[in-house]
């Protein structure tokens, strides 16, 4: 009974210790970028988080196995989804399905800044954009 209370106390510790948390208001803040930059926030098999700044746009693409959530962390612009535009800022949130083609022009003088969170991991391969050029 020791030996179970002593890994399970193991267990405890290192999933309560293992924990990072990150303060979005002090990352990327001496970053130099074009138009879009992205930092990991958390990976592992299941999921991808991201948090990404643009500058202007988004080049229409999707993601044939994923589905991604976006929550605007600060800025503005217009966003499209399967043909459908519309107005997103600070606050807002959506899901946009697997295999459904987006993108983002942005409007606000700032760059925008969200949140991504894309499942199941993210795989690079998974993405294709409407218009290669």
């Not at 107005?87 to 949140?115: A, C, E, W, Y």
């Amino acid at each position: 009974m020791k030996t179970f209370s002593f890994y399970l106390f193991l267990i405890v510790s290192t999933v309560a210790f293992s924990q990072d948390k990150i303060s979005l208001n002090t990352i990327g803040q001496d970053i130099e970028y074009e138009n879009i930059h992205s930092q990991t926030l958390f990976e592992n098999e299941y999921a991808s988080y991201y948090y990404i700044w643009i500058k202007q746009s988004v080049a229409s693409h999707k993601h044939v196995n994923h589905t991604e959530s976006i929550s605007v962390i600060d800025g503005e612009g217009v966003m499209t989804i399967d043909g459908k535009n519309f107005h997103i800022q600070k606050g807002d949130f959506f899901v946009i399905p697997k295999n459904t083609f987006h993108s983002l022009k942005v409007t606000s003088s700032d760059p925008i800044k969200v949140i991504s969170i894309q499942t199941p991991k993210f795989n690079a391969e998974d993405r294709v954009f409407e218009n290669k050029k």
